[in-house]
């Protein structure tokens, strides 16, 4: 591994890049300029393109007529520390340890997209230029449903017009196989916020005559699922288009199954709607998930209080033909008719995203599957559909009309959006290939 290579992506994640908080504004925006200078350090022309919210970087090389024209995407930000007590070293201190770089960001997404930054510059080092006509596109609020990406793409859609999207923004099936990802799941967030009284009341004094907020919450939320694990929500999977028969048998074949989950997450057991394995639920079923709850007294030891309010963060992860809108307007209408009686309920909507699927056997989809065999070689290439989301993905084909490929190369431990987030050294190594490979196979 070259110590420079290693030494620059080291110097990438040191950035304190949290795109959600504005006190980190400044970071995120030398972030950009950071990253701007080391595209042209590579040999590319880049700019820094200024939005409502953070920089979107863009690069290119000189475009030939008549070569195809290749993007590549990735983001900068990352997501907040927090719990900041359990990493094991600061975040932005990285720190490489048995092979792998430890540090917020390492894998989701700058050790990813720099090892396409890396590739690109050795493939200039080595010959003077690329196989085909390239952008660089490398925005500052992915973490944030890429707020302004949308707006910026279509005031630049002629200048960014190509014929495919190539993003390392998602998984690697297990360690050393070639991972193609053809779907993913979409999301839509919303919080809900229970009001009761107009103060915290004495829980022995009004215990019993006023409605408890956290209660009341409690309920709401419980409503969410049956007991088979299944979205109690009417009209909830009205869109969701089922399993095809190959896909249920090629995932059974997978190297990677509940063993592996269990032993990932650490989770004692595994659970999710009945009829479907786990990575079936993970990939092509729909869910609803609580990210977080809040109320009343959380200090140390006893307080009766009746809390005033309380409140719930939820996202729901969507499958092909599920819409955001239309599924939020279901949840929200299921909300508002099991909230009890003696509080209020309001509900604010957050970002979303449409789910998204490709067709892995296009010829682009076949040159990304041959370009992973030469990352990984001796390797077959696992298809799969991810549990995650990239909003963007769909704008993608929205604005630009252009297909997009997932070529993960981030671990199932890689604790993504977790304390202790990693990288392998390897796969960063891997990458650079991949970057040379998948160049010249879409060429």
């Given at each position: 591994?070259?110590?420079?290579?290693?030494?620059?992506?080291?110097?990438?994640?040191?950035?304190?890049?949290?795109?959600?908080?504005?006190?980190?504004?400044?970071?995120?925006?030398?972030?950009?300029?950071?990253?701007?200078?080391?595209?042209?350090?590579?040999?590319?022309?880049?700019?820094?393109?200024?939005?409502?919210?953070?920089?979107?970087?863009?690069?290119?090389?000189?475009?030939?007529?008549?070569?195809?024209?290749?993007?590549?995407?990735?983001?900068?930000?990352?997501?907040?520390?927090?719990?900041?007590?359990?990493?094991?070293?600061?975040?932005?201190?990285?720190?490489?340890?048995?092979?792998?770089?430890?540090?917020r960001?390492?894998?989701?997404?700058?050790?990813?997209?720099?090892?396409?930054?890396?590739?690109?510059?050795?493939?200039?080092?080595?010959?003077?230029?690329?196989?085909?006509?390239?952008?660089?596109?490398?925005?500052?609020?992915?973490?944030?449903?890429?707020?302004?990406?949308?707006?910026?793409?279509?005031?630049?859609?002629?200048?960014?017009s190509?014929?495919?999207?190539?993003?390392?923004?998602?998984?690697?099936?297990?360690p050393?196989?070639?991972?193609?990802?053809?779907?993913?799941?979409?999301?839509?967030?919303?919080?809900?916020?229970?009001?009761?009284?107009?103060?915290?009341?004495?829980?022995?004094?009004?215990?019993?005559?006023v409605?408890?907020?956290?209660?009341?919450?409690?309920?709401?939320?419980?409503?969410?699922?049956?007991?088979?694990?299944?979205?109690?929500?009417?009209?909830?999977?009205?869109?969701?288009?089922?399993?095809?028969?190959?896909?249920?048998?090629?995932?059974?074949?997978?190297?990677?199954?509940?063993?592996?989950?269990?032993?990932?997450?650490?989770?004692?057991?595994?659970?999710?709607?009945?009829?479907?394995?786990?990575?079936?639920?993970?990939?092509?079923?729909?869910?609803?998930?609580?990210?977080?709850?809040?109320?009343?007294?959380?200090?140390?030891?006893?307080?009766?209080?009746?809390?005033r309010?309380?409140?719930?963060?939820?996202?729901?992860?969507?499958?092909?033909?599920?819409?955001?809108?239309?599924?939020?307007?279901?949840?929200?209408?299921?909300?508002?008719?099991?909230?009890?009686?003696?509080?209020?309920?309001?509900?604010?909507?957050g970002?979303?995203?449409?789910?998204?699927?490709?067709?892995?056997?296009?010829?682009?989809?076949?040159?990304?599957?041959?370009a992973?065999?030469?990352?990984?070689?001796?390797?077959?290439?696992a298809?799969?559909?991810?549990?995650?989301?990239?909003?963007?993905?769909?704008?993608?084909?929205?604005?630009?009309?252009?297909?997009?490929?997932?070529?993960?190369l981030?671990?199932?431990?890689?604790?993504?959006?977790?304390?202790?987030e990693?990288?392998?050294?390897a796969?960063?190594?891997?990458?650079?290939?991949?970057?040379?490979?998948?160049?010249?196979e879409?060429?």
């Amino acid at each position: 591994m070259n110590p420079d290579h290693v030494e620059q992506l080291l110097a990438f994640l040191r950035f304190p890049s949290i795109s959600t908080d504005p006190a980190h504004a400044p970071d995120v925006a030398a972030c950009a300029g950071w990253l701007a200078g080391r595209l042209e350090a590579i040999g590319l022309n880049a700019a820094v393109h200024p939005t409502a919210g953070h920089p979107i970087v863009v690069a290119r090389n000189e475009h030939v007529p008549g070569r195809r024209t290749v993007m590549i995407y990735g983001h900068y930000d990352v997501q907040p520390v927090d719990p900041l007590e359990l990493w094991h070293t600061p975040p932005f201190e990285p720190r490489i340890e048995n092979g792998v770089v430890f540090a917020r960001g390492a894998a989701d997404n700058k050790g990813q997209i720099f090892a396409h930054v890396t590739g690109i510059g050795e493939t200039l080092r080595e010959t003077g230029g690329l196989p085909v006509n390239l952008i660089v596109l490398v925005e500052g609020e992915e973490e944030i449903g890429s707020t302004h990406l949308e707006e910026f793409l279509t005031a630049h859609r002629e200048e960014l017009s190509c014929d495919v999207i190539a993003i390392s923004d998602t998984g690697m099936l297990a360690p050393g196989v070639p991972t193609f990802t053809y779907g993913l799941r979409g999301i839509a967030a919303l919080e809900l916020r229970v009001t009761g009284p107009a103060t915290d009341l004495h829980s022995g004094i009004y215990g019993g005559a006023v409605a408890n907020p956290a209660t009341a919450l409690a309920r709401i939320v419980a409503s969410l699922h049956d007991a088979d694990g299944r979205v109690a929500v009417p009209g909830f999977y009205d869109d969701v288009v089922p399993l095809e028969t190959w896909e249920r048998e090629a995932w059974a074949r997978l190297p990677f199954g509940d063993a592996q989950i269990l032993a990932v997450t650490g989770a004692p057991a595994l659970f999710g709607e009945a009829g479907y394995t786990s990575l079936e639920r993970v990939w092509a079923r729909p869910t609803a998930e609580v990210n977080g709850l809040g109320g009343g007294f959380q200090g140390t030891g006893t307080k009766t209080v009746l809390p005033r309010e309380a409140f719930a963060k939820l996202t729901f992860r969507l499958v092909p033909r599920q819409q955001p809108a239309a599924v939020m307007e279901k949840v929200s209408a299921h909300l508002r008719a099991v909230c009890p009686p003696g509080v209020q309920l309001e509900i604010t909507c957050g970002h979303y995203g449409e789910p998204y699927a490709t067709d892995p056997n296009l010829p682009d989809g076949l040159a990304a599957q041959r370009a992973l065999q030469r990352a990984f070689p001796g390797r077959d290439v696992a298809l799969i559909r991810e549990g995650g989301s990239i909003p963007i993905v769909n704008t993608f084909k929205r604005v630009l009309g252009v297909e997009t490929l997932l070529l993960g190369l981030a671990l199932p431990d890689s604790k993504m959006h977790a304390p202790n987030e990693n990288f392998p050294l390897a796969n960063f190594e891997a990458g650079i290939r991949l970057n040379r490979a998948v160049l010249e196979e879409l060429s």
